[in-house]
Protein backbone atom coordinates (compact mmCIF):
# COMPACT_ATOMS: atom_id res chain seq x y z
CA UNK A 1 0.00 0.00 0.00
CA UNK A 2 1.41 3.48 -1.03
CA UNK A 3 1.55 6.10 2.21
CA UNK A 4 2.97 9.34 2.27
CA UNK A 5 3.01 10.64 5.82
CA UNK A 6 4.02 14.23 6.46
CA UNK A 7 5.00 15.61 9.85
CA UNK A 8 6.57 18.99 11.13
CA UNK A 9 3.25 21.13 11.05
CA UNK A 10 3.26 23.90 13.53
CA UNK A 11 2.72 27.07 14.62
CA UNK A 12 4.97 29.42 13.83
CA UNK A 13 5.88 33.23 14.22
CA UNK A 14 6.07 35.48 11.22
CA UNK A 15 9.82 35.60 9.75
CA UNK A 16 10.31 32.20 11.08
CA UNK A 17 11.46 28.92 9.82
CA UNK A 18 10.28 25.43 9.77
CA UNK A 19 11.13 22.17 8.11
CA UNK A 20 8.49 19.68 7.20
CA UNK A 21 8.80 15.86 6.12
CA UNK A 22 7.45 13.08 4.36
CA UNK A 23 7.92 10.11 4.67
CA UNK A 24 7.50 7.79 1.62
CA UNK A 25 6.61 3.41 1.55
CA UNK A 26 4.50 1.22 -1.21
CA UNK A 27 6.49 2.25 -3.86
CA UNK A 28 9.70 3.08 -5.40
CA UNK A 29 10.81 5.95 -3.62
CA UNK A 30 13.77 7.09 -5.86
CA UNK A 31 11.91 6.51 -9.21
CA UNK A 32 9.26 9.53 -8.45
CA UNK A 33 9.41 13.02 -9.09
CA UNK A 34 8.21 14.87 -5.22
CA UNK A 35 5.88 17.77 -5.34
CA UNK A 36 4.37 19.92 -1.92
CA UNK A 37 1.46 21.23 -2.88
CA UNK A 38 -0.65 23.38 -0.36
CA UNK A 39 -4.13 24.66 0.46
CA UNK A 40 -4.88 27.71 2.46
CA UNK A 41 -7.79 27.01 4.96
CA UNK A 42 -11.10 27.21 2.59
CA UNK A 43 -9.05 28.02 -0.32
CA UNK A 44 -8.00 26.01 -3.31
CA UNK A 45 -5.00 23.53 -4.24
CA UNK A 46 -1.62 25.91 -4.36
CA UNK A 47 1.30 24.02 -6.31
CA UNK A 48 4.51 24.70 -4.52
CA UNK A 49 7.60 23.01 -6.02
CA UNK A 50 8.79 20.07 -6.83
CA UNK A 51 12.03 17.69 -6.57
CA UNK A 52 13.04 15.55 -9.82
CA UNK A 53 14.80 12.19 -9.28
CA UNK A 54 18.45 11.14 -9.38
CA UNK A 55 18.39 10.91 -13.57
CA UNK A 56 17.20 14.53 -14.03
CA UNK A 57 19.68 15.71 -10.98
CA UNK A 58 17.61 16.21 -8.46
CA UNK A 59 16.83 19.54 -10.09
CA UNK A 60 14.07 21.64 -8.53
CA UNK A 61 10.93 23.97 -9.22
CA UNK A 62 9.23 26.32 -7.15
CA UNK A 63 6.24 28.87 -7.49
CA UNK A 64 7.00 32.15 -7.56
CA UNK A 65 5.38 33.14 -4.18
CA UNK A 66 7.97 30.87 -2.18
CA UNK A 67 11.24 31.16 -4.68
CA UNK A 68 13.89 31.89 -2.55
CA UNK A 69 12.37 31.34 1.05
CA UNK A 70 11.70 27.70 1.05
CA UNK A 71 13.95 24.70 -0.54
CA UNK A 72 12.71 21.24 -1.52
CA UNK A 73 14.84 18.71 -0.89
CA UNK A 74 14.88 14.40 -0.87
CA UNK A 75 17.14 11.58 0.72
CA UNK A 76 16.49 8.59 -1.36
CA UNK A 77 18.34 6.61 1.06
CA UNK A 78 15.19 7.81 3.88
CA UNK A 79 12.52 7.44 1.32
CA UNK A 80 11.82 11.05 2.61
CA UNK A 81 11.19 14.46 1.12
CA UNK A 82 11.60 17.62 2.96
CA UNK A 83 10.16 21.51 2.98
CA UNK A 84 12.93 24.09 4.09
CA UNK A 85 10.47 27.14 5.15
CA UNK A 86 12.33 30.14 5.65
CA UNK A 87 11.46 33.89 6.15
CA UNK A 88 7.75 32.37 6.60
CA UNK A 89 4.45 35.23 6.02
CA UNK A 90 0.94 34.87 7.46
CA UNK A 91 -0.24 34.10 3.89
CA UNK A 92 2.29 30.88 4.06
CA UNK A 93 -0.54 29.31 6.56
CA UNK A 94 -1.77 26.04 4.94
CA UNK A 95 -2.30 22.34 5.32
CA UNK A 96 0.84 21.30 3.34
CA UNK A 97 0.53 17.59 1.30
CA UNK A 98 3.65 15.98 -0.65
CA UNK A 99 2.60 14.13 -3.54
CA UNK A 100 4.78 12.12 -5.91
CA UNK A 101 4.82 11.90 -9.99
CA UNK A 102 6.56 8.91 -11.61
CA UNK A 103 9.60 10.10 -13.13
CA UNK A 104 8.93 11.06 -16.91
CA UNK A 105 5.29 11.57 -16.46
CA UNK A 106 4.50 15.34 -14.95
CA UNK A 107 1.07 13.92 -13.59
CA UNK A 108 0.52 13.16 -9.55
CA UNK A 109 -0.34 9.95 -8.72
CA UNK A 110 -0.02 9.49 -4.95
CA UNK A 111 -1.02 11.97 -2.05
CA UNK A 112 -0.14 12.27 1.60
CA UNK A 113 -2.51 12.96 4.77
CA UNK A 114 -1.52 16.81 4.79
CA UNK A 115 0.37 18.88 7.55
CA UNK A 116 -0.97 21.97 9.07
CA UNK A 117 1.20 24.94 9.14
CA UNK A 118 0.00 28.04 10.69
CA UNK A 119 2.01 31.51 10.66
CA UNK A 120 1.18 33.55 13.24
CA UNK A 121 1.92 36.23 16.36
CA UNK B 1 1.91 30.99 -15.72
CA UNK B 2 -1.26 29.48 -17.70
CA UNK B 3 -4.42 29.79 -15.73
CA UNK B 4 -7.06 27.69 -14.63
CA UNK B 5 -10.78 28.24 -14.92
CA UNK B 6 -13.26 25.96 -13.48
CA UNK B 7 -17.22 26.11 -14.35
CA UNK B 8 -19.00 25.90 -12.57
CA UNK B 9 -17.40 27.16 -8.85
CA UNK B 10 -20.25 24.98 -7.62
CA UNK B 11 -23.25 23.26 -8.33
CA UNK B 12 -26.25 21.17 -6.75
CA UNK B 13 -27.35 17.73 -8.66
CA UNK B 14 -29.24 14.57 -6.92
CA UNK B 15 -28.15 10.77 -6.63
CA UNK B 16 -28.57 9.33 -10.31
CA UNK B 17 -27.80 12.88 -11.93
CA UNK B 18 -25.32 13.10 -14.99
CA UNK B 19 -22.62 15.62 -13.86
CA UNK B 20 -20.26 17.96 -16.22
CA UNK B 21 -17.53 19.90 -15.14
CA UNK B 22 -15.54 22.39 -17.33
CA UNK B 23 -12.01 23.33 -17.04
CA UNK B 24 -10.60 26.24 -19.27
CA UNK B 25 -6.88 26.77 -19.67
CA UNK B 26 -5.71 30.44 -20.78
CA UNK B 27 -3.40 28.67 -23.53
CA UNK B 28 -3.25 25.67 -25.18
CA UNK B 29 -1.92 22.84 -22.48
CA UNK B 30 -1.83 19.92 -25.33
CA UNK B 31 -3.89 17.25 -23.09
CA UNK B 32 -1.54 17.86 -20.02
CA UNK B 33 -4.60 17.75 -17.45
CA UNK B 34 -5.13 16.27 -14.06
CA UNK B 35 -8.53 16.00 -12.38
CA UNK B 36 -8.90 15.31 -8.42
CA UNK B 37 -11.21 14.79 -6.24
CA UNK B 38 -10.99 16.23 -2.67
CA UNK B 39 -13.65 15.44 0.23
CA UNK B 40 -13.78 17.72 3.48
CA UNK B 41 -11.10 17.34 5.95
CA UNK B 42 -8.96 14.77 3.55
CA UNK B 43 -6.04 14.73 1.02
CA UNK B 44 -7.16 15.31 -2.88
CA UNK B 45 -7.18 11.88 -4.73
CA UNK B 46 -6.04 11.49 -8.36
CA UNK B 47 -8.65 10.49 -10.78
CA UNK B 48 -7.68 11.12 -14.28
CA UNK B 49 -4.60 12.24 -16.25
CA UNK B 50 -3.48 13.10 -19.49
CA UNK B 51 -7.21 14.33 -19.89
CA UNK B 52 -8.76 10.99 -19.77
CA UNK B 53 -6.99 8.37 -18.53
CA UNK B 54 -8.39 7.28 -15.50
CA UNK B 55 -6.26 6.63 -12.94
CA UNK B 56 -6.00 2.87 -10.93
CA UNK B 57 -8.78 1.70 -9.39
CA UNK B 58 -11.17 5.14 -10.23
CA UNK B 59 -14.35 3.46 -11.14
CA UNK B 60 -15.81 3.91 -15.16
CA UNK B 61 -18.20 6.64 -14.10
CA UNK B 62 -15.92 9.18 -13.85
CA UNK B 63 -14.68 10.30 -17.57
CA UNK B 64 -12.67 13.04 -18.92
CA UNK B 65 -12.12 14.59 -22.82
CA UNK B 66 -10.76 17.55 -24.48
CA UNK B 67 -7.25 18.66 -25.79
CA UNK B 68 -5.93 22.28 -26.12
CA UNK B 69 -7.49 24.88 -23.87
CA UNK B 70 -11.27 23.32 -23.38
CA UNK B 71 -11.93 19.85 -21.16
CA UNK B 72 -14.43 18.18 -19.18
CA UNK B 73 -15.07 15.92 -16.24
CA UNK B 74 -18.21 13.94 -16.62
CA UNK B 75 -19.45 11.75 -13.70
CA UNK B 76 -22.67 9.26 -15.60
CA UNK B 77 -24.21 8.49 -12.43
CA UNK B 78 -23.79 10.26 -9.27
CA UNK B 79 -23.51 8.52 -6.27
CA UNK B 80 -23.44 10.00 -2.54
CA UNK B 81 -19.89 9.10 -2.36
CA UNK B 82 -19.07 11.42 -5.42
CA UNK B 83 -20.10 14.51 -3.64
CA UNK B 84 -16.64 16.75 -3.17
CA UNK B 85 -14.68 19.47 -4.40
CA UNK B 86 -13.00 18.53 -8.24
CA UNK B 87 -9.88 20.16 -9.08
CA UNK B 88 -8.34 20.33 -12.56
CA UNK B 89 -4.46 20.64 -13.12
CA UNK B 90 -2.48 21.52 -16.13
CA UNK B 91 0.92 19.90 -16.45
CA UNK B 92 2.23 21.57 -19.57
CA UNK B 93 4.71 24.34 -17.91
CA UNK B 94 5.76 25.48 -14.83
CA UNK B 95 4.53 26.46 -12.60
CA UNK B 96 1.48 24.03 -12.62
CA UNK B 97 -1.53 25.56 -11.70
CA UNK B 98 -4.79 24.46 -10.51
CA UNK B 99 -8.43 25.51 -11.22
CA UNK B 100 -10.31 27.45 -8.55
CA UNK B 101 -12.30 23.82 -7.88
CA UNK B 102 -16.08 22.85 -8.12
CA UNK B 103 -18.18 22.06 -5.44
CA UNK B 104 -20.60 19.14 -6.24
CA UNK B 105 -23.39 19.57 -3.48
CA UNK B 106 -26.46 17.22 -2.18
CA UNK B 107 -29.94 19.16 -3.91
Known amino acids: EVQLVESGGDLVQPGGSLRLSCAASGFTFSDYYMDWVRQAPGKGLEWVGR??????????EYAASVKGRFTVSRDDSKNSLYLQMNSLKTEDTAVYYC????????????WGQGTLVTVSS | DIQMTQSPSSLSASVGDRVTITCRAS??????LAWFQQKPGKAPKSLIYDASNLQSGVPSKFSGSGSGTDFTLTISSLQPEDFATYYC?????????FGGGTKVEIK
Open chain 2, 27 to 32: QVISNY
Open chain 2, 89 to 97: QQYDSYPLT
Open chain 1, 51 to 60: TRDKGHSYTT
Open chain 1, 99 to 110: AATLAGQHHIDY
